[in-house]
């Protein structure tokens, strides 16, 4: 009779923490990261490839509808950076505004989670003194894992973005989120 008293008490207090670090991470958050973007273009049959210091900033929910389960939709506003080719002297840069759905699972302190949404990005080009503005959306995902301190959260996480004009966009960063 004692064990399971004691077992239904230590059953009850296991579930009990699971719920607290999902309460902890629920609501409305913030935040930023700071990374590293990388382009593929094939710009005039030619491969042109570069990688630059990109950033974004962050806001979103999370529902915390289950215990274990992060479940978020978060929007940010991104700066790609500026990428050039140094033969040509061709230059782009590219900022977008995204839209996510983010799924992820709770793991102690710590959490996984995948990403999946909709971006829209401005492009500018310029050649020879020329400059081209244009605009495209596409779909976007990404991976990533955290670890969350009370309402505080460190993230990283690796992104890529579809796009017509471009071959290959993706982004790595390190941030941080907090939770209100």
Known sequence: ?????????????????????????????????????????????????DENTAYKILGGINFGWVPALNLAVEVDYRDFGEFEEEYSGFTSSITSIDLFGVVGVNVGPGSVFAKVGYFDADLERKFLGITDKSSESGTAYGIGAQFQLDAVAIRAEY?????????????????ATYTF
């Not at 990374?35 to 042109?48: A, C, I, K, P, R």
């Open 1 to 49: 009779m004692k064990k399971s008293i004691v077992g239904s008490v230590l059953l009850a207090a296991s579930c009990f923490s699971v719920g607290a670090w999902a309460g902890g991470e629920s609501g409305i958050y913030i935040g930023g990261s700071i990374g590293q973007s990388s382009v593929e273009v094939d710009l005039l049959d030619t491969d042109f490839e």
């Open 159 to 175: 992104e890529k973005f579809e796009m017509d004009d471009v071959d290959n966009l993706s982004m790595f960063s390190v941030g």
